[in-house]
């Protein structure tokens, strides 16, 4: 009787910088954190989480890509939808869930919400492959500054916008990138969850060839 040899995943799990998050929610006293949960989730509390590279590189042993779930012995489990809208703290209810339309935010529009000048997001954006994106400090300086002015609502959107970057969608390490800003503006603008996009993004990274 021949047996199934069980495959082994190289997997490259980076550590998330998420120190910068950290101290920045830290400023926030109770009654703007209550409003801060009251827009945007739970998404704060993910940003506080310490991840284990370790479990994660771990657990990506048991993920089997034919059947798309964790298998443990007798037991299959999968990621569900509901699961991360607890997590999340954003149910879909009669929300729209989150698909990237293909165009991207323009630099005029950011400036609105981060209440940055166009020019100077200009002068301090990076092109990466043909992809603009800003430079995480800048948005983490201009939070600062919030903070020192006492302008916490502005503060809250601009700290939603770093998690979605850093936490819920990250990509280049020290830079916010159009995509990241487009998923955040539609859920700003028009409360689009991202549960779905982010549950995606799970699966695709656990079912590309190599990770």
């Not at 950011?110 to 166009?118: E, N, P």
């Not at 028009?190 to 799970?202: G, N, Y």
């Amino acid at each position: 009787m021949s047996s199934l040899k069980k495959r082994f995943y190289q997997v490259k799990v980076k550590s998330l910088g998420t120190t910068s998050l950290k101290e920045l929610g830290q400023l926030m006293g109770k009654l703007w954190r209550q409003a801060f949960r009251k827009a945007y989730g739970k998404i704060w509390d993910l940003a506080m989480v310490e991840v284990s590279t370790e479990a994660i590189a771990s657990l990506a042993q048991y993920y089997d890509q034919p059947l798309r779930c964790f298998t443990f012995g007798d037991f299959q489990l999968s990621p569900m939808v509901d699961e991360f809208e607890e997590i999340l703290g954003c149910p879909l209810g009669g929300r729209k869930p989150y698909l990237f339309s293909g165009f991207y935010p323009s630099l005029a529009r950011i400036s609105q919400i981060v209440q940055i000048s166009a020019q100077e997001l200009d002068r301090q954006k990076q092109v990466e492959n043909g992809v603009v994106e800003i430079p995480r400090k800048c948005l983490e300086a201009k939070a600062r500054i919030l903070e020192d002015k006492g302008e916490w609502a502005l503060f809250i959107d601009i700290f939603a916008l770093l998690i979605f970057r850093g936490v819920l969608f990250p990509n280049v390490d020290g830079l916010v990138d159009l995509a990241a800003i487009y998923a955040f503006l539609a859920y700003h603008d028009h409360k689009e969850s991202p549960v779905i996009a982010m549950l995606a993004d799970l699966y695709d990274t656990f079912d590309r060839p190599k990770m």
